[in-house]
């Protein structure tokens, strides 16, 4: 089953092992996941769970309003999950807590980055700079040559340059889980997930390692 959890990045920390070990980990809660619809292959032709995290908002659709109403749950953020068992076990309206994973299980998780605005290629890209000498003249941090020849005579899509930097969706795979609190509804993840403190993250079990 592949069901994950949406949680609010509470920020980083730091836990001690038995042997004195310190382990960086992100603190993520996922207080208030609720199941607001099931689908099923019957109907839609696969099987997937929609989570619904509660979550203020002043700018609620109306068609949102509504689906929130018909089932009965306050209004929230909402995802789906696909998954590969039995849905017999879950009902709309069901709250989902951090009991859903475990210790030491790999989860991956998605968030949108930090957004760092315009950025050249040198921080945007890695690019080693120019020659730092009097005989670069202003170009010490410009990217060089873009262009071919007259074949193919324009520039390659996708090409590595200068533009807005972050702020896109990102999926950290593999991050293992470290500890878990059950009572607060809150997941340690070893190692650093996308997003600033107070952003949005979604978390289901890892693809990679079981």
Known sequence: M?????GKKSGMSRLFLEDGESIPVTAVSVCGNFVADIKTKEKNGYNALVVSKTKKS???????????RKI???????SEFKV????????????????????????????TSKGKGYAGVIKRHNFAMQDATHGNS?????????????????VWKGK?????????????????????????????????????????VKIKPSNKKS
């Open 2 to 6: 592949s069901i994950g959890l949406i």
């Open 72 to 78: 009965n749950i306050d209004p929230g953020s909402l």
């Open 160 to 200: 590595k340059m200068s533009g807005q930097m972050g702020n896109v969706q990102k999926t950290v795979q593999s991050l293992k889980i470290v500890d878990l609190d059950i009572e607060n509804n809150v997941i340690y993840i070893k190692g650093a997930v996308p997003g600033f403190t107070g952003s949005e």
């Open 58 to 68: 002043n700018n609620l659709t109306k068609a949102k309003s509504e689906f929130f």
């Open 138 to 154: 202003l170009a010490h941090r410009a990217h060089g040559s873009i262009g071919q020849c007259q074949t193919p005579g324009r």
């Open 84 to 111: 590969d068992s039995d849905l017999d076990s879950y009902a709309i309206g069901k709250h989902l807590t951090a009991e859903i994973f475990e210790i030491g299980q790999y989860v991956d998780v998605t968030g």
